[in-house]
């Protein structure tokens, strides 16, 4: 086609500059840390051993194309700079430092002008299909130690190790509880001093807690909690002088709610985390006795009725997401004593029987997903240990935990990336 066509991109002689189709591709792969391309060609740059300087024509052509593709996806590990060969990118000079980092990226240039010079037309990312998890980590804070309440936390890293005592912001308590909002924070609130509280303290990306905020809704102790529709939180039950059936939805920014009143059966000391990857559930917990009923909640925070337990009716216990989209409840206290056991729920709610578990058992720990898909349970009955558990629900033995012994700490995951 020739002619001049004003309303797209064209040479100085009129011919419409060819699209990526169009050109010429290039067999060869470069794995060269330089290499100096031509106009109207499409490069393979295969970075994986080294970064590679990309050099431009030196006199090009108003319409000029030039299509570099990110061979290996390693462009995140070293990068691919530009040299522009004196002249301007997107309007700078050419002393300025142009690359690009982003793993899958493929980059379209067109030379415009003196003034302008090259500019991307396109510089996107195509996504992997088989994207590696996301990089949990998880925070315990809080809880009774042979000292009386503490106020300190510990922070997991992404391989489920837990680091030494931190000092801890806001008011010293025990049985508050914990959970994820906005995909990469967490929550604690509720709980008890020397009575019953309604407050919050907010956990940002790094595991820092902020100050102590005047709750929303009722004051009470022995509250779950637990996030669904994937960025949100929703607190249920608890006790008050007697145990309660209600809730409180915390939004993606961390806001607490009003008191809604709850569905199912009024109690206390159970446990709940989140599987279908935007649902919860909450099970177990005392009412006048041991209780293996649950409740599952909608990707919008609405509570479903009763449904009959499987497993061991039992109080004390605590609950993590694993694997992506399912959970485990495990260890607690029944009519039998402590125990150690667990049951793990399907992606579609449904608690499996009893697993006689690995550990001490236990009441008054807590738990967290760490590491994109795993879990972990730890601390509890004045003790300090920990239990890991694997991206298929089986929890490792005992572990000698780090910081403080102390029991019904709060956990939760946060810094999703």
Known sequence: MSGQITSNVFRA???????VAGLNWSSAVVTGSTATVEAQNGYWINTTSNACTITLPASPSIGDQIVLVDYARTWSTNNVIIDSNGNNFQGDSDTYTVDYSTAGQSLSIVYSDATKGWIPVSDDAVAFDHVAPPLQRAIFAYGTASSGLVSMSNLVNTSGVIAADVT????????????????????????????????SNLINTSGVIAADTTGVGT??????????GGDKVIFAYGETNANVSLKNLVNNVGTVAADVT??????????????????????YGYASNYTAVKNLVSNLGVVAADVSGVGTARSDLSAAGYGSDKAIFAYGAGSAGNLSMSNLVNSSGVIAADV??????????????????????????????????????????????????????????????
């Open 13 to 19: 002689s009129g011919v419409i500059a060819p699209t």
């Open 168 to 199: 801890g912001v806001g008011v010293a308590r025990a049985n508050s509880k914990g959970a994820s909002y906005g995909g990469d924070k967490g929550i604690m609130a509720y709980g008890q001093t020397n009575a019953v509280i309604s407050v």
């Open 219 to 228: 004051a009470r102790t022995r509250v779950e909690a637990a996030r669904f």
């Open 262 to 283: 709850g569905v199912g059966t009024a109690r206390s000391n159970l446990g709940a985390a989140a599987y279908g990857t935007d649902k919860a559930v909450f099970a």
């Open 356 to 417: 006689t578990g690995v550990g001490g058992d236990r009441y008054g720990r807590a738990s967290a997903s760490y590491g994109g898909d795993k879990a972990l349970f730890a601390y509890g009955a004045v003790i300090s240990l920990k239990n890991l558990v694997s991206n298929s629900g089986v929890i490792a033995a005992n572990v000698t935990g780090v910081g403080t012994a102390r029991a019904n700490p709060a956990a939760c995951e946060f810094a999703v990336s």
